[in-house]
């Protein structure tokens, strides 16, 4: 619930923006990215997946960017709506062994 | 509908007593994992098993156990809690395609 959120960072977007949420991942040998979606009270929820072989990726109304020089991935909400008021985690993976590593986690807060 | 679910949804204890968190897929998922997630740390995985009999430590496997007799059903054991084990925990399952679809999540509080 609401105690997963102490600590996070927050990004505050006025509705109707485009969000852009940041991820710095840690191994360089992680070949599989995915961004999933928290709300309050609930399980995470997948949103979107890259694959080392691609720098991006597109779904309805998210696209994902992967800059894998830097480590860096991004996820971008078109037309932000207030049902995208949630906690956004990104996540790596190494596919030959399995083990999937979460970062923290990004707040996203909608302002009316 | 595909669904994960754990059970208890909610759970207050006393060190040392042990206890079980059962969680059930019904979608033939062959992969399965348990998180715990905590403020600041974000979600951490405990165990995790790729099919049935086969089951495999995570980043936090201490103090924790994991059983996976059939392919739908995955529990988590803590033989002997304790406070530092007061947590969020979930259960995954993941498809085909990678995507992972996550129980309604399990608080526990150990006193």
């Known amino acids: 619930g609401e105690s997963v959120g102490l600590h996070l960072p927050t990004l505050s977007v006025q509705e109707g923006d485009n969000s852009i949420i940041n991820c710095a991942y840690s191994?360089?040998?992680?070949?599989?990215f995915i961004w999933y979606k928290q709300e309050s009270g609930k399980g995470p929820q997948f949103i979107i997946d890259?694959?080392?072989?691609?720098d991006k990726r597109q779904g309805q109304r998210v696209t994902v960017l992967l800059n894998k020089t830097v480590k860096h991935l991004s996820l971008q909400i078109a037309a932000t709506q207030p049902g995208d008021s949630a906690v956004y985690f990104c996540a790596e993976e190494e596919e030959r062994d399995d083990k999937i590593i979460f970062g923290k986690g990004t707040r996203l807060h909608i302002l009316p | 509908e595909a669904q994960v679910t754990q059970n208890p949804r909610y759970l207050i204890t006393v060190t040392g007593k042990k206890l079980t968190v059962t969680c059930s897929q019904n979608m033939n998922h062959e992969y399965m994992s348990w998180y715990r997630q905590d403020p600041g740390l974000g979600l951490r995985q405990i165990y995790y098993?790729?099919?049935?009999?086969?089951?495999d430590k995570g980043d936090v496997p201490e103090g924790y156990k994991v059983s996976r007799k059939e392919k739908r059903n995955f529990p988590l054991i803590l033989e002997s809690p304790s406070p530092n084990q007061t947590s969020l925990y979930f259960c995954?399952?993941?498809?085909?395609?990678?995507?992972?679809?996550f129980g309604p999540g399990t608080r526990l509080t150990v006193l």
């Open positions: 995954a399952s993941r498809g085909p395609y990678n995507e992972q679809f």
């Open positions: 890259i694959r080392s072989n691609m």
């Open positions: 098993s790729m099919n049935v009999e086969v089951t």
């Open positions: 191994n360089s040998a992680s070949d599989y």
